[in-house]
C-alpha cells in the first residue's frame, strides 16, 4: 500500500517558536493532503485540506497565520506552527490522496508536538 | 453537513469472544465508508472501506462491516477477538470526488481480557 511518513515523530520546543512538521508521500504522487489534530483520547480534528501548488483549505476556527500549510510538491507538504504556545501541545496527524487512490486517504504515523 | 456517530466510547471483550462496534452516519449522498484503527502513539490504519457493490466488506486481521442503508450504519464485527486487536478504533464517512475530506467518529476504545 502506499506508505506517508512525518518528520519528527516527536518534538519538544519553548513557548513562542516555531515547529516545522513534514509529511511526505513515499511511493505515490499525492494530489491532495490534509492536516489533523488529536488531542489525547480524542478524535481527529480536520484542520485544513491542501491540494499541491494551491492554498491550503482552513477548516472553520483554524487559525491561518498560526498553522501554516505548504504543499509545494506531490511528495511533500508542511505544517509550521507559528508561535507556539503550551494549548497547541497535541498529536499531528497527516493524511495523503492521490488520482490513483479514489476516495481512500493514506496516513502518517503523527508527530507528536510538546511545548513547554 | 456529515457527521458520524459512534456510541460506545469503551467496550470489553473477551479474548475468543465476537465483537461488535457501531457506527451510523449522516450523509446527504452516497457515503463512502471507513474504518480505522488506531494503536497509542500511532497513526491510523485502514481496516476496511466501503464504496458501493456488496454492503458487506471483508477487511483485515479478520474484520468484517456490514452497510445498511436503511439504518444509516455501518458496524464493524469480528467473530473472535484477539487480544492484539485492544486498539482505538475509528469510524469515518467521506464524499465523492479524488480523495474529499472525511469525518471521524469519535472513537471506541477496545480492551481485550485475557
Known amino acids: 500500500g502506499a506508505v506517508v511518513s512525518q518528520h519528527p515523530s516527536w518534538v519538544i520546543c519553548k513557548s513562542g517558536t516555531s515547529v516545522k512538521i513534514e509529511c511526505r508521500s513515499l511511493d505515490f504522487q499525492a494530489t491532495t493532503m490534509f492536516w489533523y489534530r488529536q488531542f489525547p483520547k480524542q478524535s481527529l480534528m480536520l484542520m485544513a485540506t491542501?491540494?499541491?501548488?494551491?492554498?491550503?483549505?482552513?477548516e472553520q476556527g483554524v487559525e491561518k497565520d498560526k498553522f501554516l500549510i505548504n504543499h509545494a510538491s506531490l511528495t511533500l507538504s508542511t505544517l509550521t506552527v507559528t508561535s507556539a504556545h503550551p494549548e497547541d501541545s497535541s498529536f499531528y496527524i497527516c493524511s495523503a490522496g492521490g488520482r490513483f487512490s479514489y476516495n481512500e486517504q493514506f496516513f502518517g504515523p503523527g508527530t507528536r508536538l510538546t511545548v513547554l | 453537513a456529515q457527521s458520524v456517530t459512534q456510541p460506545d466510547i469503551h467496550i470489553t471483550v473477551s479474548e475468543g469472544a465476537s465483537l461488535e462496534l457501531r457506527c451510523n452516519y449522516s450523509?446527504?449522498?452516497?457515503?463512502?465508508l471507513f474504518w480505522y484503527v488506531q494503536s497509542p502513539g500511532q497513526g491510523l490504519q485502514l481496516l476496511l472501506k466501503?464504496?458501493?457493490?456488496?454492503?458487506l466488506v471483508q477487511g483485515i486481521k479478520g474484520f468484517e462491516a456490514e452497510f445498511k442503508r436503511s439504518q444509516s450504519s455501518f458496524n464493524l464485527r469480528k467473530p473472535s477477538v484477539h487480544w492484539s486487536d485492544a486498539a482505538e478504533y475509528f469510524c469515518a464517512v467521506g464524499g465523492t470526488g479524488t480523495a474529499s475530506k472525511l469525518t471521524f467518529g469519535t472513537g471506541t476504545r477496545l480492551q481485550v481480557t485475557l
Open positions: 466501503y464504496f458501493s457493490g456488496d454492503t
Open positions: 450523509y446527504g449522498a452516497t457515503p463512502y
Open positions: 491542501s491540494n499541491e501548488g494551491s492554498k491550503a483549505t482552513y
